[in-house]
Nanobody, 120 residues
Framework: QVQLMESGGGLVQAGGSLRLSCAAS????????MGWYRQAPGEQRELVAG???????NYASSVKGRFTISRDSAKNTVYLQMNSLQPEDTAVYYC??????????????WGQGTQVTVSS
């Protein structure tokens, strides 16, 4: 059974930074793509960023240039560095493990979510 545990959320002022971490249990981490999604109140969950095992990345246009996704295979951990945060970035952020090594594949596992709140 795979478990994803997020950490690093919190309250930050506009223009600030946060780094989210997602630690994964299980060997499946080393062969599948990972991603970060977010869901704001009243909105649908949306992809923020994805990364393959080879380090190929994909970003939503709204975060490109501000957010960076990375992964440490030795630690079974994926990170999301968020800079220049804006109030519209406020959401619950979810870690995701895909079914294959592609961020276009189905999400197989979800983390429990971590709240990010950006004040103006």
């Amino acid at each position: 059974q795979v478990q994803l545990m997020e950490s690093g959320g919190g309250l930050v002022q506009a223009g600030g930074s946060l780094r989210l971490s997602c630690a994964a249990s299980g060997s499946i981490f080393s062969i599948n793509a990972m991603g970060w999604y977010r869901q704001a109140p009243g909105e649908q969950r949306e992809l923020v960023a994805g990364i393959t095992t080879g380090g190929t990345t994909n970003y939503a246009s709204s975060v490109k240039g501000r957010f960076t996704i990375s992964r440490d295979s030795a630690k079974n951990t994926v990170y999301l560095q968020m800079n220049s945060l804006q109030p519209e970035d406020t959401a619950v952020y979810y870690c995701a493990l895909y079914s294959r090594n592609s961020y276009y594949s189905k999400v197989e596992y979800w983390g429990q979510g971590t709240q990010v709140t950006v004040s103006s």
